[in-house]
C-alpha cells in the first residue's frame, strides 16, 4: 500500500510558479506510476500529468504541457510538479496518486492523497 501527502500549494499571481510536491511512504514507491490531477469548484476532475515508475516518460494534458513539469526522486520517494506562468485557470485543488501503470484516466489510479490547494489569482 502506499500513501501520498501533497504539499506545496498556496495562492499566487497569474504569470507566478509554484512547485507541489507529493511525498510517498513505503518502500515500492518506484514500482508505481505516478500521475497528478486537479478539480476546480463545480467542475469534474481532470488529469493533468503522470509519469512513469522509474520516470523515463511523461505525459500533460494539452492545456499545461508547455507550462507544467513532472519529475520524481525515487531515492526520496517524491514526486513534483513544477507549475510555470500560472493561469486563473489553473485554480483547483491538485491531487497526486500512484498505479501500477501510467494512464490518464482517474479510475486507473488505487492511491491517491488528500490534495493540496492552488489559487491564482488575476
Known amino acids: 500500500q502506499v500513501q501520498l501527502v501533497e504539499s506545496g500549494g498556496g495562492l499566487v499571481q497569474a504569470g507566478d510558479s509554484l512547485r507541489l510536491s507529493c511525498a510517498a511512504s513505503?518502500?515500492?514507491?518506484?514500482?508505481?506510476?505516478v500521475g497528478w490531477f486537479r478539480q476546480a469548484p463545480g467542475k469534474e476532475r481532470e488529469f493533468v500529468a503522470a509519469i512513469t515508475m522509474i520516470g523515463r516518460a511523461t505525459y500533460a494534458t494539452d492545456s499545461v504541457k508547455d507550462r507544467f513539469t513532472i519529475s520524481r526522486d525515487n531515492a526520496k520517494n517524491t514526486v513534483y510538479l513544477q507549475m510555470n506562468s500560472l493561469k486563473p485557470e489553473d485554480t483547483a485543488v491538485y491531487y497526486c496518486a500512484a498505479a501500477r501503470f501510467v494512464a490518464m484516466a482517474s479510475d486507473q489510479y488505487a492511491y491517491w492523497g488528500q490534495g493540496t490547494q492552488v489559487t491564482v489569482s488575476s
Open positions: 513505503g518502500r515500492t514507491f518506484s514500482s508505481y506510476a
